[in-house]
């Protein structure tokens, strides 16, 4: 199968791939540049534990095909930490216990950026569609409510 030519850029990094036309956006992220933190789950876009940022918008990575991406930007969950240092909704999500078992937090926390990003001060209702897409089988959602929450007064500036 002849492989096309994707440039795009991830995690602020200007990227240039081959890939087979049929290879999915997480296929491409988790073997071909080694980024383990988007997590396939369901693989049929039911789960949300693949959730990146393509140009701004949380998308299922596995229902994305990695030509599709060509001169667009991705965000991972890896993109979100700076200089070594986590971002605030990953803060807020070890401060509220909010990883349980951690497979789903990653795609959790993508989505939370999302919504942060275009609503810093997103209600209990806001914050529960935004997750929709994203399933936790450990315990429930509190918790994960409870850090969005947290993470909104911190990137405000609250303590």
Same mark, same amino acid.
């Given at each position: 199968?002849?492989?096309?030519?994707?440039?795009?850029?991830?995690?602020?990094?200007?990227?240039?791939?081959?890939v087979?036309? !049929?290879?999915? *956006?997480?296929?491409?992220?988790?073997? =071909?540049? #080694?980024?383990?933190? @988007?997590? %396939? /789950?369901?693989?049929?876009?039911?789960?949300?534990?693949?959730?990146?940022?393509?140009?701004?918008?949380p998308v !299922?990575?596995? *229902?994305?095909?990695?030509?599709?991406? =060509?001169? #667009?930007?991705?965000? @991972?969950? %890896? /993109?979100?930490?700076?200089?070594?240092?986590?971002?605030?909704?990953?803060?807020?999500?070890?401060?509220?216990?909010?990883?349980?078992?951690?497979?789903?937090?990653?795609?959790?926390?993508?989505?939370?950026?999302?919504?942060?990003?275009?609503?810093?001060?997103?209600?209990e209702?806001?914050?529960?569609?935004?997750?929709?897409?994203?399933?936790?089988?450990?315990?429930?959602?509190?918790?994960?409510?409870?850090?969005?929450?947290?993470?909104?007064?911190?990137?405000?500036?609250?303590?």
């Open positions: 199968m002849e492989k096309l030519k994707v440039s795009f850029k991830i995690n602020g990094e200007e990227t240039v791939l081959y087979a036309p !049929n290879r999915t *956006l997480l296929e491409m992220i988790r073997e =071909d540049l #080694k980024l383990s933190g @988007t997590k %396939e /789950g369901c693989g049929i876009g039911d789960c949300g534990a693949c959730t990146v940022l393509l140009d701004g918008v !299922n990575s596995c *229902l994305v095909l990695a030509p599709e991406i =060509d001169g #667009k930007e991705v965000v @991972t969950i %890896e /993109g979100l930490a700076q200089d070594g240092k986590l971002h605030p909704i990953q803060e807020a999500f070890l401060n509220e216990n909010a990883l349980q078992c951690g497979f789903c937090t990653p795609g959790m926390v993508i989505s939370s950026y999302a919504l942060l990003k275009r609503n810093e001060n997103p209600s209702d806001d914050i529960k569609e935004a997750l929709s897409g994203n399933l936790c089988r450990c315990t429930g959602y509190t918790k994960i409510i409870e850090a969005v929450k947290k993470a909104s007064s911190w990137l405000k500036g609250g303590k």
